[in-house]
Every structure is written in C-alpha cells, then in structure tokens.
C-alpha cells in the first residue's frame, strides 16, 4: 500500500530545496534588491490569482476590511523583510545570511509572548540564547565570496529581516481563517504597488538574462513553491516538516560553497550548526489546550513570509 505521505514529503522537499537557491537566482539577476523584489512580487503575485482563479477560491470568498488591513500590513512586513535579505547577500554571503535568518522562528516565540501572552518555556529561552550565540560566532569569523570578512551591516540586515519575517508571521496568526494562497496574492499584491516606486532609483535589468532570472524567481520560486508548500504541509506530522525545513539552509550554504566558492572556516560551520540546532529543533515535552508559542512555529520554516497551516482547508 502506498504510503500517503509519500506525496506531501516530496512537495516539501522540493519546496524547501527551491528555497536554498532563491539567493543564487537574486545575484545571478544582477538587479537591486528593491527591484528584484519587485518583480517576484509581480510575476508571483500574478500567477496566484490565476491559480486562485482556476480553483475558485475567489469565488467564495468575503473579506472584511480588519482581513484586508491586517494582509495589507502582512504585504508591506513581508516586502521589506525581502528587500533586506536580499540586500544581506551581497554584504556577507548566501550561506551566511540565510543561517542567520534563520533565528526567526526563535523571534516570532518572542513576539507572541509579547503580544498574545503565549507562554514561552525556558527550554525557548535557552535556544535563543544558543542561537544568537551562533550568530556572534559567524559574525566574527564568516568571510564573504570575495575572501574577506563578512560586513556587520549584512549580518544586521539578515536579524532585520528575520524580525520582519516574525512581524509577518504573527500578523498571519490573526488570520488562520484566510486561504494561504488568498493571504500570499494579496500580500503580493500590495507588494507590487509598494515597490513600483522604487523601480525610478532601483531600475529592473536591462538584459534579457536579468530579467529571465526575475522571471524563474517569480514562477518557480515564488508561485510554484508556494504551492508546492501549501499542498503538503498541512499533510505532513510536525517533526517531518521541522526535520525537512533543514534542507532550505543547507541546500543554500552548499550552493554558495559550490557556485560562489564561499570558504566555510570550521567555527563559521560551528555557528551555523548552533543557529539551525536551536532554531529548527522540535519542541519537546506535553501539549497544553492552547498552542504555545513554541509549538506554532516548529511547523516548519516558511521562506515566503505567510503562514503555514497545520492542515488543510477545504
């Protein structure tokens, strides 16, 4: 008999692979970070209004104006979160800005303890401090792809973005009620009118290869992985998806290893394992009648900014 997670651990993966190259395909662009995040924003947003189109979950669909606002504000937290990330890559490396970023999870524990009272265990508050001792680590002994160390202001601009991303995550949290792929094309959407701007000082390539790798990253990259994404998460037990949510990291530092010729020193590889250990580790111990904090984000790491379902709609 086939195993019915067959199908959901490979659109995981996949989805989650695709991550670890998105910083490749940003460089490879040549375009500035507001551009390239522009275009994602359009060709991606685009692609999922068809696709919302063609299931019919538009047609169903009432929005009330806090649902508009808050995904509104979802759309701005999660363009600026792109545009630092990808800033991040050409001051420090693929590999180094996506581990780091990688303390979001870890960020988010925080703000919901903040802002919705969840309660954070100390085993959270150990992890964090573990975590960020990770990043002073990288900090002072990473080098970027030119052999020289790696610039503070693209390790700060990786913990900016992950508190973005955090930002992004808890304004989702308000609503679980909402499609995903409703949630992330109106999130594009607002991403697209916000950024249209920035394209007078931050102008999209001029070549045709540019704006080809502009295209991949807001089909493949974008809408692609957004699907491939919500068609399995909610399928799959949370210690998979935590457990397959370490290729996204992986598969990035071994991109930047193989295609940039990033030099990984053995306390930088020291560091990132603390930053991944800490942040993409599976909760332990019983479940209380309200989810923690803790336990909402170890579903796994969801590089597009929006929510991760803990299971299906229908």
Not at 115 to 140: D, N, P, Q, Y
Not at 160 to 167: D, F, I, Q, T
Request: charged share 10%.
């Amino acid at each position: 008999m086939k195993n019915p997670e067959t199908r959901p651990v490979l659109q995981w993966s996949a989805a989650m692979a695709l991550s670890g190259t998105i910083g490749a395909v940003v460089l490879e662009s040549g375009a500035a970070a507001p551009a390239v995040a522009f275009a994602r924003c359009l060709v991606g947003g685009v692609l999922l209004v068809v696709w919302c189109l063609a299931r019919g979950y538009l047609r169903s669909w009432r929005p009330s104006l806090r649902d508009l606002l808050l995904a509104a504000l979802g759309g701005v937290l999660l363009v600026a979160n792109w545009v630092l990330l990808f800033t991040s890559y050409t001051l420090s490396s693929i590999g180094v800005s996506t581990v780091v970023y990688h303390t979001q999870p870890l960020i988010l524990v925080g703000l919901a303890a903040a802002f919705l009272g969840e309660k954070v265990a100390k085993t959270h508050l150990a992890r964090a401090g573990f975590a960020f001792a990770g990043v002073v680590v990288i900090s002072l002994s990473a080098h970027g792809d030119d052999g020289q160390p790696v610039r503070f202001a693209g390790i700060a601009l990786a913990l900016g973005a992950a508190v973005l991303y955090a930002g992004t995550s808890f304004v989702a949290k308000q609503l679980t009620h909402v499609r995903p792929h409703l949630l992330a094309a109106v999130q594009l959407a607002v991403g697209t009118v916000l950024l249209a701007p920035a394209l007078a000082f931050t102008p999209l390539p001029h070549s045709v290869p540019g704006l080809l790798w502009l295209v991949l990253l807001g089909t493949v990259h974008t809408a692609v992985m957004y699907v491939l994404m919500y068609a399995s998460i909610g399928k799959l037990p949370t210690t998979t998806v935590a457990l397959l949510s370490y290729l996204y990291p992986v598969v990035a530092v071994v991109v930047d290893v193989l295609a940039f010729g990033h030099r990984l020193s053995w306390p930088e590889g020291l560091g990132m394992l603390a930053v991944l250990a800490a942040a993409l580790a599976p909760q332990r111990g019983g479940r209380s009648r309200s989810r923690t904090a803790g336990e909402s984000v170890t579903r796994g790491s969801d590089p597009c900014g929006t929510r991760t379902p803990a299971r299906p709609r229908r």
